[in-house]
């Protein structure tokens, strides 16, 4: 198996992120993707690569012109406000919500922030930009690289992505590296590509993309939106719009959900990839439904992620796996490449 792995991704650090109403040090933090690349040079699977240089054009199949143009240029329209913001993060503060506009970009930065966010525990920092950048690369590769004929690929990359919409950034994700890989994919020439998020938290920002395509399906277990983020969507009554109905799956689990009943979704999700008949998997492959995630609520073990992977590759199909999220920093090396492993 083929790693891409994001050199840059320490460039973004965030300092603080507002938590149940104090700022407080980040939960996403570089060492989580330093453990899982220590963990790949402890068990090595495969040569661990740097990203093919793809077009920035191609960002523009899953995001906004006007969206990336704001990630580009955030940072020095920051400073230039007052030098001395070279020190601090980028935090929202305002927002537009139901029957406010969000087709006039505003002069006024704060404003403009807001219109392209969704929480404040997502801070932008003087990195964020080519941390981003440059994992999106990544997935792209791993996409490639499996339209070349590999069995699988894995995208090493912070930060995460599938919080991210075509025009928005929050839960920590700037650029949607599982969309990308999926489009990426299309445009190769696999003609229906499945998305499956195993992440805790609902890939809200992946299925808002796809979801009134026919082409890409969309399948997520997840904590269940009633009680855990990102809140507003993720209910089992969301089924695609369009051209798009029934190409998406959401499977929400209640907090304290162990490994049998997770296992059980998570053959529900496969069976429907299955009818739908997808050339190519995506996998949004979060660690944080691990039982020792400090933000999470389900309880998987590091032995479960061995049989996840097993079942994975048993689906049969060439397998992108993109990191997202996995907040137990000291264990998520381990966990993401016993889920890797199936294909060691």
Request: glycine fraction near 10%.
């Given at each position: 198996?083929?790693?891409?792995?994001?050199?840059?991704?320490?460039?973004?650090?965030?300092?603080?992120?507002?938590?149940?109403?104090?700022?407080?040090?980040?939960?996403?933090?570089?060492?989580?993707?330093?453990?899982?690349?220590?963990?790949?040079?402890?068990?090595?699977?495969?040569?661990?690569?740097?990203?093919?240089?793809?077009?920035?054009?191609?960002?523009?199949?899953?995001?906004?012109?006007?969206?990336?143009?704001?990630?580009?240029?955030?940072w020095a329209q920051w400073v230039a406000l007052d030098p001395a913001n070279a020190d601090k993060d980028i935090l929202p503060s305002v927002w537009p919500?139901?029957?406010?506009?969000?087709?006039?970009?505003?002069?006024?930065?704060?404003?403009?922030?807001?219109?392209?966010?969704?929480?404040?525990?997502?801070?932008?920092?003087?990195?964020?930009?080519?941390?981003?950048?440059?994992?999106?690369?990544?997935?792209?590769?791993?996409?490639?690289?499996?339209?070349?004929?590999?069995?699988?690929?894995?995208?090493?990359?912070?930060?995460?992505?599938?919080?991210?919409?075509?025009?928005?950034?929050?839960?920590?994700?700037?650029?949607?590296?599982?969309?990308?890989?999926?489009?990426?994919?299309?445009?190769?020439?696999?003609?229906?590509?499945?998305?499956?998020?195993?992440?805790?938290?609902?890939?809200?920002?992946?299925?808002?993309?796809?979801?009134?395509?026919?082409?890409?399906?969309?399948?997520?277990?997840?904590?269940?939106?009633?009680?855990?983020?990102?809140?507003?969507?993720?209910?089992?009554?969301?089924?695609?719009?369009?051209?798009?109905?029934?190409?998406?799956?959401?499977?929400?689990?209640?907090?304290?959900?162990?490994?049998?009943?997770?296992?059980?979704?998570?053959?529900?999700?496969?069976?429907?990839?299955?009818?739908?008949?997808?050339?190519?998997?995506?996998?949004?492959?979060?660690?944080?439904?691990?039982?020792?995630?400090?933000?999470?609520?389900?309880?998987?073990?590091?032995?479960?992620?061995?049989?996840?992977?097993?079942?994975?590759?048993?689906?049969?199909?060439?397998?992108?796996?993109?990191?997202?999220?996995?907040?137990?920093?000291?264990?998520?090396?381990?966990?993401?490449?016993?889920?890797?492993?199936?294909?060691?």
């Open positions: 198996m083929k790693t891409y792995y994001n050199h840059l991704h320490a460039q973004h650090q965030g300092k603080v992120e507002m938590f149940r109403g104090a700022l407080v040090p980040c939960f996403e933090v570089p060492a989580r993707a330093d453990h899982v690349l220590a963990e790949l040079q402890r068990r090595p699977l495969g040569p661990v690569l740097a990203p093919t240089p793809w077009d920035e054009a191609l960002l523009e199949q899953v995001h906004s012109p006007r969206y990336l143009h704001f990630l580009r240029t955030a919500t139901r029957t406010f506009r969000s087709d006039i970009e505003p002069d006024n930065f704060a404003a403009k922030v807001g219109l392209y966010s969704y929480d404040a525990g997502t801070p932008f920092t003087a990195g964020t930009w080519a941390a981003a950048r440059e994992g999106a690369l990544c997935a792209l590769s791993a996409a490639h690289a499996v339209l070349d004929g590999d069995a699988s690929a894995f995208a090493l990359s912070r930060p995460p992505g599938h919080h991210a919409g075509a025009d928005f950034f929050g839960g920590y994700c700037f650029l949607n590296n599982a969309a990308l890989a999926a489009q990426h994919l299309r445009n190769g020439g696999c003609r229906k590509v499945a998305v499956l998020d195993i992440d805790y938290h609902h890939g809200n920002g992946t299925q808002a993309i796809f979801y009134d395509r026919p082409d890409v399906f969309f399948a997520s277990i997840h904590g269940d939106p009633r009680t855990e983020y990102p809140f507003y969507l993720g209910h089992a009554d969301e089924t695609g719009t369009g051209a798009g109905l029934g190409a998406n799956l959401n499977l929400p689990l209640p907090r304290g959900t162990g490994y049998t009943a997770w296992a059980q979704a998570l053959e529900v999700a496969l069976t429907a990839i299955g009818r739908f008949g997808a050339d190519a998997l995506v996998v949004s492959l979060g660690m944080d439904t691990f039982a020792g995630d400090p933000i999470s609520g389900f309880q998987l073990h590091s032995d479960d992620y061995l049989r996840v992977g097993q079942r994975l590759r048993q689906a049969g199909l060439p397998t992108v796996l993109v990191f997202e999220g996995g907040y137990a920093v000291a264990e998520v090396g381990v966990n993401a490449v016993n889920v890797l492993s199936a294909w060691g």
